[in-house]
């Protein structure tokens, strides 16, 4: 399952460097982002059961 874009990344990598000193991404960036967004929704998920919720809600985040 893929959520993230690694086009996306360097796009926003810079946006974020105005000053351009990022010149590349490696693809390890995108595999730990992958991670990082995979454990805050089995975090937000465990947060909405806990509150008798279907609805994942970004406060769960």
Do not use: C, F, H, Y
């Amino acid at each position: 399952m893929t959520l993230i874009n690694k086009s996306k990344i360097r796009e926003t990598v810079k946006k974020l460097d105005p000053e351009g000193s990022i010149t590349s991404v490696a693809e390890e960036v995108e595999k730990e982002l992958e991670k990082k967004i995979e454990e805050m929704l089995v975090i937000g998920i465990k947060r909405a059961k806990a509150n008798q919720r279907k609805t994942l809600l970004a406060r769960d985040l």
